[in-house]
């Protein structure tokens, strides 16, 4: 069993990176673009260059995957099934809650991350004129288990809690221990049960079957790991460990989604062999 940590904001920056990616892309809006990120991205090109000729896929690649693809969940859901209610925890410089509140005006956005990460994030929307009633910034910690910052807590204080929700978690669970992040996915299969309709939309990273790959990608995570004082981890082997796991945190129905269902349909780059990224739909 790993312990529990405390604190995990040591995994913040990322945020940096990847809100610079979402921008290079044309998804996000100047309001969210960062000095940092913009270096991290520099930093980081020469390493997805390489990765992307050796691999045929790159960080980048399964961002955009996994972005694009959990975009399109939340989009279904809303249209699909009605649900009015969206709250983004890890929300980091996420450009989502500003495109979902664009395309549709009378949507409850929460964006909710760190303390830290939370008022960096409000100050920038609020500069930028998108905060308001309907679209809110609030501080939450998943490893939290008392006070106002838990789940629990967040949920009830900012929702309509008679009415479904989409709760979305992307590049967040893989810095967590697969014992740690199951607490919190069983806390939140609990706090959405009392919401019927709600679903659960996240992304997890298949352990690579390659040896070679699966040698690379585990010095890349204690890497990752140790930069951002985490425990990167890769939780699952297939798809279906993953569904059956999922399915025994007390979500029902759930599924996997491999991004090569997408290809073609959504604007999404392709892995030259099977996709690492998975994104998951867990209902309750
Ligand atoms: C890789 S970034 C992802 C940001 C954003 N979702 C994206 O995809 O661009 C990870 C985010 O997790 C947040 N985070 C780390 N620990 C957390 C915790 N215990 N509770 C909530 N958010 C946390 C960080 O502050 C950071 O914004």
Not at 32 to 54: D, I, N
Not at 167 to 173: M, N, S
Not at 237 to 259: I, K, M, T, W
Request: aromatic share 8%; net charge neutral.
């Amino acid at each position: 069993m790993s312990k529990k940590p405390t604190d995990s904001s040591g995994i913040s920056f990322t945020a940096l990176y990847t809100g610079a990616v979402w921008h290079r892309n044309g998804l996000s809006d100047d309001a969210l673009s960062t000095e940092q990120g913009r270096w991290l991205y520099h930093l980081m090109s020469p390493f997805e260059t390489a990765s992307k000729a050796a691999i045929g896929g790159n960080i980048r690649t399964f961002l955009l995957q996994r972005h694009l693809i959990i975009d399109h969940l939340i989009e279904r859901a809303i249209r699909e099934d009605g649900v009015e209610q969206v709250l983004e925890i890890a929300c980091g410089m996420s450009p989502r809650g500003i495109r979902l509140r664009e395309k549709h005006p009378t949507l409850k956005m929460v964006e909710a991350d760190l303390p830290d990460m939370a008022a960096r994030k409000a100050a920038r929307l609020l500069a930028a004129g998108r905060l308001g009633d309907r679209h809110q910034v609030t501080p939450v910690d998943i490893l939290a288990e008392a006070g106002d910052h838990t789940l629990e807590a967040v949920v009830a204080r900012v929702f309509d809690n008679t009415k479904p929700i989409v709760v979305v978690t992307e590049g967040l669970t893989s810095y967590f221990s697969l014992p740690v992040i199951t607490e919190f996915w069983q806390r939140l299969a609990s706090v959405l049960s009392d919401r019927p309709g709600s679903v659960y939309l996240s992304e997890s990273y298949l352990i690579p079957r390659q040896p070679l790959l699966r040698g690379s990608l585990k010095t890349l995570g204690g890497l990752l790991g140790s930069m951002t004082r985490s425990q990167v981890s890769f939780h699952f082997e297939d798809d279906q460990q993953a569904r059956d796991h999922f399915l025994g945190c007390g979500f029902s129905p759930v599924r996997v989604y491999n991004p090569s269902e997408f290809y073609g349909a959504l604007p999404i780059p392709q892995s030259r062999r099977d996709p690492m990224v998975r994104v998951v739909s867990a209902r309750v």
